[in-house]
């Protein structure tokens, strides 16, 4: 019974917390951490859209909210569905604040893996991204699908 008043208690003192002082990350009994308000993905584009293209580029742009709570410190995006999967070249994965109009700093990176078993590369930043940035991570391929209006599906994680 103990237990259950303190988790209800704890609760209670989490909800307050969160509505006085608004930006703070929400930590979890566990341990574990999240951002209070999400970062999203502004766009996804390819600078080659030609088949088979071996020097394209793929940008995924993140925006995290000023009141996010908590800096960024990975991404990891996985290709969901496609036609053809996408072998993509981890030492050659590179990030930079703003968009891949308006580049800014090059961001510093702790470590790349990629799985091509699950085409997922997952990306760990040297130190947080900070709330209200907006960076961009750029992914290069072995060479784009070779197939015509192939259309892949990706999905991302962000920690």
Not at 4 to 23: A, E, M, Q, R
Not at 86 to 113: H, M, N, S, Y
Request: contains cysteine; positive net charge.
């Amino acid at each position: 019974m103990k237990t259950h008043k303190f988790i209800l208690n704890l609760g209670i003192v989490s909800c307050l917390s969160l509505s006085t002082l608004p930006g703070l990350a929400v930590r979890f009994p566990d341990g574990s951490v999240s951002f209070t308000k999400s970062p999203r993905l502004l766009g996804a584009i390819t600078t080659l859209k030609k088949t088979d293209a071996p020097l394209a580029k793929y940008y995924f742009t993140v925006a995290i909210p000023a009141d996010a709570g908590e800096p960024l410190g990975a991404i990891t995006i996985a290709q969901r569905s496609g036609q053809d999967e996408i072998d993509l070249r981890a030492d050659r994965t590179f990030a930079f604040i703003g968009t891949p109009g308006d580049r800014g700093e090059q961001l510093a990176l702790r470590g790349v893996d990629y799985d091509p078993e699950t085409d997922t590369i997952a990306v760990a930043f040297a130190s947080g991204i900070p709330p209200g940035t907006t960076f961009t991570l750029g992914l290069l391929p072995g060479r784009n699908p070779p197939i015509f209006r192939s259309v892949s599906l990706w999905g991302y994680r962000l920690s």
